[in-house]
């Protein structure tokens, strides 16, 4: 039985004169402990599809079960969602803005707390939990809002484009922290991104989107010798060139 | 003038008056704030409060509010309630127009992060709608610093009994205008107080 199961999920925005389906007949499986990748072109529904994962709006039809169970069911807090942007809220610490979701369910207090903590010094932000948000540069922010998302012990990670906004070598750093952090919890993840590479680097199974619909249209695996290399060294194995020849043309089909 | 303020001051009636009128606008201004607040998290707790109160706002706030001086007066009497209700009821719809605005235009984006966090209503507006809104509200703050003391004057020629607005009123009357020019020193002088004191709290409360 798969960790977290999509089934036909279906979705369209109305708005007053306007119906626009966004996502059409969507059904995949992810395991525990996978981390998975959708990847397509601008506007494919993969920020539609991310936020229905994570309980944001419920879709039109179809449904996502979590180890077995509806998501609503889940209510304790099984999703951790990061976006692009880091929000972190300017008016708290780090250390508050880390420990945001746990006070929210009154569990900010005693071990909790010191386990937050620690997980602010494996992002490498030890010694920053007294600062604002702005003191910090974008990388070390984005490292600040994974800490926060991984406070509160979700079960599954989303990830939409958490790297776009970084200049390149830092995104390569966290790509490998990210990549690092969630193997050594455990944690399943779902990536959304326009970077070829960024997939093939940090995934196990890469979901090829096309629009209009919004729609699976190919699935990839990565071979073994690239998943377990770090997203770095993955960068530079012979494979990497070949497979991201492939996706790359299969990318270029869908845009003409 | 001097001369008449250290007379003034003498016999105390200057303190007199200018306590009653502080003592007002300042009531004045806090209720108005307050409740123009309350309001704006009032409908944006309720979409349907929000539609139905909507086409009043407009009109309420396009209305010179001093216009309702004396029917406050037939409603609350002839004295300190409905001089206060004057310094607050000239702020409310502005201010619950413009924080509610802020209140929608916050980025959404934090409201998501809430939601994932499984945030409920309550917990979204004291975590993200209030503190990011302060900048607005300090800034209405301001305004209504202003607003208070045009209602607490106006109020004060209506009720003519006591206050720095009826020594306007009565100087004017007895054609002493330095007794008119004194009282607006001193409501000047209050009133760049005022500001001040709200411009402290601004470097207070928003850091960035
Ligand atoms: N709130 C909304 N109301 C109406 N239409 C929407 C809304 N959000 C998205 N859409 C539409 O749904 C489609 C899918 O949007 P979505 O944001 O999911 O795409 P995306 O794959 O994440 O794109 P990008 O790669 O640019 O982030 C687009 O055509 C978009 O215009
Ligand atoms: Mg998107």
Redesign the interface.
């Given at each position: 039985m798969s960790f977290l199961k999509i089934q036909d999920i279906h979705h369209t925005y109305f708005s007053n004169q306007t119906a626009a389906t966004a996502l059409a007949d969507i059904s995949l499986d992810i395991e525990k402990g996978e981390f998975v990748s959708f990847l397509g072109p601008s506007g494919c529904g993969k920020t539609t599809l991310l936020?229905i994962i994570?309980?944001?709006f419920p879709p039109t039809s179809g449904k996502i079960l979590l180890e077995n169970k509806p998501l609503k069911a889940n209510?304790d807090?099984s999703?951790?969602?990061m976006?692009q942007?880091d929000?972190l809220?300017?008016?708290k610490t780090i250390e508050e803005n880390i420990l945001?979701?746990l006070k929210?369910?009154k569990k900010d207090e005693g071990l909790e707390r010191i386990k937050t903590l620690k997980l602010l010094s494996d992002v490498g932000l030890g010694d920053t939990g007294k600062l604002?948000p702005?003191e910090l540069s974008g990388g070390m922010r984005q490292r600040a809002a994974l800490a926060r998302t991984l406070a509160?012990d979700p079960k599954i990670l989303l990830l939409d484009e958490p790297f776009s906004a970084l200049d390149y070598q830092t995104k390569l750093k966290l790509e490998d922290l990210v990549f690092e952090t969630l193997k050594s919890f455990g944690k399943t993840a779902v990536l959304v991104t326009h970077d070829i590479g960024e997939a093939i680097a940090m995934s196990d199974r890469i979901f090829l989107f096309s629009a209009n619909p919004g729609s699976v249209y190919k699935t990839f695996k990565v071979p073994d010798e690239l998943r377990e290399l770090t997203p770095f060294h993955a960068r530079n194995h012979p494979q990497y060139p070949m497979l991201f020849q492939t996706i790359w043309k299969e990318l270029e089909s869908l845009e003409y | 003038m001097w001369h008449l303020f250290i007379q003034k001051l003498g016999d105390g009636t200057l303190l007199s008056h200018s306590g009653v009128t502080l003592f007002e606008t300042v009531l004045g201004f806090i209720i108005g704030t307050l409740l123009g607040t309350i309001l704006a998290s009032l409908l944006w707790w309720s979409p349907r409060l929000s539609k139905t109160l909507d086409p009043y706002l407009v009109i309420l706030n396009a209305m010179p509010k001093v216009a309702l001086g004396p029917i406050i007066i037939v409603a609350f009497g002839p004295g300190f309630p409905s001089i206060i209700s004057m310094g607050a009821i000239i702020s409310i719809i502005i201010t619950t127009i413009v924080v509610y605005t802020a209140f929608r235009e916050v980025d959404p984006n934090y409201l998501k992060v809430l939601q994932t966090f499984g945030a409920t209503k309550t917990q979204a507006f004291r975590e993200a709608i209030l503190p990011s809104s302060f900048p607005t509200i300090i800034s209405t703050l301001k305004v209504n610093v202003g607003l208070s003391w045009v209602g607490v004057i106006v109020g004060e020629f209506l009720v003519s009994a006591k206050g720095l607005g009826y020594l306007i009123i009565y100087g004017f009357q007895v054609f002493n205008f330095t007794l008119v020019m004194l009282a607006l020193m001193i409501i000047a002088v209050f009133a760049t107080i005022m500001y001040q004191l709200v411009e402290l709290l601004e470097r207070k409360l928003i850091k960035d």
């Open positions: 936020s994570a309980g944001l209510s807090l999703i951790g969602y976006l942007q929000y809220f300017p008016w945001l979701g929210l369910i604002y702005r509160v | -």
